[in-house]
């Protein structure tokens, strides 16, 4: 993959994981409103998990990406 190719890919990497922090920015507000209102969370919170752990693979696919744009030739 050439470098062009890579800082496409590093750029759509940044969107995603911008896209996942702005996502579970609202879902941790969500919760928050969920339980001042006393209402269950924990679906709520299980999908919080699982974005945070969708950021953690979208962030280690980024770093794998920077390695290739910066590795030398």
């Known amino acids: 993959m050439d470098a062009g190719q890579l800082q496409l890919h590093f750029a759509q990497a940044n969107r995603r994981i911008v896209e996942i922090e702005n996502q579970i920015a609202r879902q941790r507000k969500l ?3 969920l339980a001042h209102e006393g209402r269950e969370t924990d679906i709520a919170e ?6 945070e752990e969708t950021l953690a ?4 696919h980024r770093r794998i990406i920077l390695e290739g744009l910066y590795k030398p030739l």
């Open 31 to 33: 919760i928050a409103d």
């Open 46 to 51: 299980d999908l919080l998990k699982r974005l």
């Open 57 to 60: 693979a979208f962030e280690h």
